[in-house]
């Protein structure tokens, strides 16, 4: 798997409990998903498989497909 973290930031994380990341998601699409979120109606139900928790025709899902982003979620709580 491509874009994940590097030992110094998992460790920067566990120290910390958070890990900010300047410019990962474009801002036209950061705004994209804040308007969503207004309408935002929670999660699916624990253990729904990545793909179906985002659907792909929406700023949210867009925004968690994005490479990086993957590469950040497959660290911290694996595949």
Not at 1 to 10: P, Y
């Amino acid at each position: 798997m491509e874009h994940l973290i590097s030992s110094k930031d998992m460790a920067r994380f566990v120290a910390s409990g958070y890990l900010k990341y300047e410019d990962m998601v474009p801002e036209d699409l950061c705004k994209a998903c804040r308007e969503e979120m207004v309408n935002f109606g929670g999660y699916l139900a624990v253990g729904t498989p990545f793909e179906e928790t985002w659907p792909k025709n929406t700023a949210l899902g867009e925004a968690f497909r994005l490479p990086k982003v993957k590469g950040l979620i497959h660290s911290l709580v694996g595949p």
